[in-house]
């Protein structure tokens, strides 16, 4: 009797990029070396996934577009999914925003992660400004929760009336439109921080960008003499003095549950709060006791022997972890960071670093651990994240779908540029889901 078959699906964190002038007009895909990467581009059918046509996607919308939704329609919440994924209560009539640690000075910001500031002392920051913080302008309870290192969720509850959240982001890379949409935006030279303003003329959504903007200025007041502070000042460290804010939300989008769906059991293994959440509302189990990336905690000018060093760590907890559930589920999805932040960086040789240290010590564990007969796995990501940019662009990823039931393609290396000849073409990614299933039943 043959066994039932298995999905592995393994969306890298903004790894896609766009063509390098260092690289020779090439990514950082296609100059790695990558061995289990293009064994699977050989082996398998490849092409291009467009996730949001002309908009640069975030990881919520990009995700959501992965798993068949259009982001347009179910709403790019993501502050609310973070804070569901980590159990932080919110109710209806609630704005739940998602906050980073930043470094601001009169007015503008110098770094949006604070040095990225190690979640130790980003705690310390938060139950301190928990404790002093105090909202005037309509009568409200304000609590941060720490998440991940520099980042952070606001929940804005009022004592009376329902809050909106039709109002705009503090976080200048953001832009935030009506109806859930938020675009990441290119800052040119110095970076403002900006005032939160109503996206309608309802009396709540006016109130809560006025206790918005109130919570910006009193925050940065509380944490700019905070001792933490002074002694990151003193070691010549940035200082962790504002929370910038963006994607605020009231309430969860509506997902269907994958096994009922489909028939198939996942497990998610997942590090940062947005696609654990997503994953969760599809009905996912979630390894709840990963440590914190060590690839979170480096600095954006990190060597790349740190990062390869820091990646090898991550990846074999999370190999061991994989393999301890897999005779107990039938499909996998994993969410792995660390492409992105050099992207944003603009380090196309660190993104390469992480890219090889991925494919050894992720990809090559793995393959040698599955049976290719009996397995489905699909690489992509979840957006691309130009160094020539420093931030998401609209371009489309790079897909492989290899093992039982897809026929090769002539591909033979992994890369966006490679891939355009691919079988696949550029396919909406809300369609990729689907062709999988499909497949796991044929």
């Not at 921080?193 to 006025?210: F, I, N, P």
């Not at 998401?392 to 093992?403: E, F």
């Amino acid at each position: 009797m043959k066994k039932k078959k298995k999905l592995l699906f393994v969306v890298l964190d903004g790894a896609a990029d766009k063509p390098v002038k260092q690289y020779k007009r090439k990514t950082p895909f296609e100059v790695a070396d990558t061995p289990n990467l293009d064994f699977l581009a050989l082996h398998g059918v490849t092409g291009k996934l467009d996730l949001l046509g002309k908009i640069p996607p975030e990881t919520d919308s990009g995700v959501l577009a992965l798993f068949g939704y259009d982001p347009f329609k179910r709403g790019r919440c993501r502050a609310v999914l973070e804070a569901y994924a980590l159990g932080i209560p919110f109710e209806k009539g609630d704005v739940v925003m998602r906050g980073n640690f930043a470094t601001v000075e009169d007015s503008y910001i110098v770094d949006v992660r604070a040095g990225r500031i190690p979640g130790k002392d980003a705690k310390k920051l938060i139950d301190d400004l928990n404790r002093q913080l105090e909202l005037e302008s309509w009568p409200v309870e304000a609590r941060v929760y720490h998440t991940l290192n520099y980042r952070s969720i606001l929940v804005l509850h009022p004592l009376k009336g329902k809050l909106s959240d039709q109002i705009s982001n503090t976080h200048p890379a953001y832009l935030r439109k009506p109806k859930y949409v938020e675009i990441p935006v290119p800052v040119k030279g110095k970076m403002k921080l900006k005032k939160c303003r109503a996206l309608d003329d309802k009396k709540m959504s006016k109130v809560t960008a006025k206790l918005v903007n109130e919570f910006t200025k009193k925050s940065i007041e509380i944490l700019d003499s905070h001792r933490i502070n002074e002694k990151r000042k003193k070691e010549g460290l940035l200082s962790a003095n504002g929370i910038i804010l963006r994607a605020a939300g009231n309430e969860l989008p509506k997902l269907d549950n994958l096994e009922e769906k489909y028939g198939y059991s996942w497990f998610c293994l997942g590090d940062t709060p947005v696609e654990r959440g997503i994953a969760k509302l599809l009905g996912m189990d979630l390894v709840e006791d990963l440590p914190e990336l060590k690839m979170e905690s480096l600095k954006k000018n990190a060597s790349v022997e740190e990062i390869k060093k820091a990646v090898r760590k991550d990846m074999k907890i999370r190999v061991k972890k994989l393999f301890e559930v897999w005779d107990k589920y039938d499909a996998f999805y994993l969410h792995i960071k660390g492409a992105d932040p050099f992207g944003h960086a603009g380090r196309p040789e660190a993104k390469k670093a992480v890219i090889e240290a991925l494919d050894e010590f992720l990809f090559g564990k793995i393959l040698k651990n599955i049976d290719m007969d009996e397995t489905i796995v699909c690489v992509t990501s979840d957006h691309t994240t130009a160094c020539s940019a420093r931030a998401h662009t609209a371009d489309p990823v790079p897909v492989v779908i290899a093992g039982d039931g897809f026929k090769p393609d002539n591909v033979k290396k992994f890369g966006e540029n490679y891939f355009k000849k691919g079988k696949l073409g550029v396919m909406k990614a809300t369609k990729l889901l689907r062709l999988l299933m499909k497949k796991m039943g044929g």
